[in-house]
């Protein structure tokens, strides 16, 4: 018997576990973050994360909604704060960005095709899906933009200039700059 699990006294194994989960991503990439190692992280026996998640991939698709949730609580934090339509459009992509850049290893867990399946996505990441797009498509309304692909074509740009960002092609003061330029043309 392990010590690990003699040590355990949570109330609820299963938060616990993706709480280590979390943690582990901050430090390295999901393919490298494995059901031992969280059994490991979170002091229980290597074969708790089982009685949770039904294999690996299980347990990357709650750190993917996890993810998206933070991504979505810190978009829509900038949106509010912003004074005004052209800040609140500026400042949620801003903070897609940094979120993109400051949790590399969360944002790439959201995109993973083979986590969150283009078109099939869990019953708990489609309504973070959408929040997502109506935080971003309400604050493109509020500056004059409204049709599906005018919204398609700014999520595109922030989810690159994101991307570039977060591998180091494009510094994140950069990608920033390059956002503003973005916002400042759609506005126009």
């Not at 609820?12 to 999901?30: G, H, N, V």
């Not at 979505?72 to 052209?86: F, G, K, L, Q, Y």
């Not at 399946?117 to 929040?131: K, Q």
Request: glycine share 6%.
């Amino acid at each position: 018997m392990s010590s690990s699990k003699d040590a355990y006294h949570h109330g609820d194994l299963a938060r616990a576990l993706e709480d280590a989960a979390m943690q582990l991503l901050e430090r390295m990439p999901a393919a490298e973050v494995s059901l031992r190692e969280v059994a490991r992280a979170a002091n229980v026996s290597h074969n708790a994360p089982y009685h949770h998640f039904s294999d690996r991939r299980g347990l990357l698709k709650v750190l993917a909604e996890r993810s998206m949730a933070e991504l979505n609580r810190a978009v829509h934090a900038a949106i509010e704060s912003a004074p005004d339509a052209h800040a609140a459009l500026r400042d949620g992509g801003a903070a897609y960005v940094r979120f993109a850049v400051e949790s590399a290893n969360a944002f790439d867990v959201i995109y993973d095709p083979s986590v969150c399946v283009p078109g099939a996505p869990t019953a708990t990441m489609a309504p973070l899906i959408g929040e997502l797009e109506e935080l971003l498509g309400s604050a493109a309304a509020r500056i004059g933009l409204s049709n599906a692909g005018e919204m398609h074509a700014l999520w595109g740009v922030v989810h690159v200039l994101g991307t570039l960002a977060a591998a180091g092609h494009l510094t994140p003061d950069q990608a920033l700059a390059s956002w503003n330029v973005v916002v400042k043309k759609f506005a126009a």
